[in-house]
Nanobody, 115 residues
Framework: QVQLVESGGGLVQPGGSLRLSCAAS????????MGWYRQAPGKQRELIAG???????NYADSVKGRFTISRDNAKNTVYLQMNSLKPEDTAVYYC?????????WGQGTQVTVSS
């Protein structure tokens, strides 16, 4: 089993920044990739950023150029730096770790972008 704990969410004004963290613990060996999803009220959960063990990243078009995913292997932590935040970025953000085809989810952290 892999346990994931997200942190760093909160309320921010439009144009502001936040950094989310996701700390992994448990059976973290052989995790293939990690990523971030988000789910806004009334919408489906969507993948917004991913990073492989080799450091290859991918982003949804909606966040490309504004969000950056990174990982610190020594700390077993993945980060999501979010800049130029917009009201439409408001959602619950979830961390995911994939291992042997199984996805492990964190509990989610709320991000609200509002003036």
């Amino acid at each position: 089993q892999v346990q994931l704990v997200e942190s760093g969410g909160g309320l921010v004004q439009p144009g502001g920044s936040l950094r989310l963290s996701c700390a992994a613990s448990g059976s973290i060996e052989s995790i293939n990739s990690m990523g971030w999803y988000r789910q806004a009220p009334g919408k489906q959960r969507e993948l917004i950023a991913g990073i492989t063990n080799g450091g290859i990243t991918n982003y949804a078009d909606s966040v490309k150029g504004r969000f950056t995913i990174s990982r610190d292997n020594a700390k077993n932590t993945v980060y999501l730096q979010m800049n130029s935040l917009k009201p439409e970025d408001t959602a619950v953000y979830y961390c995911i770790a994939r291992k042997y085809g199984t996805g492990y989810w964190g509990q989610g952290t709320q991000v609200t972008v509002s003036s």
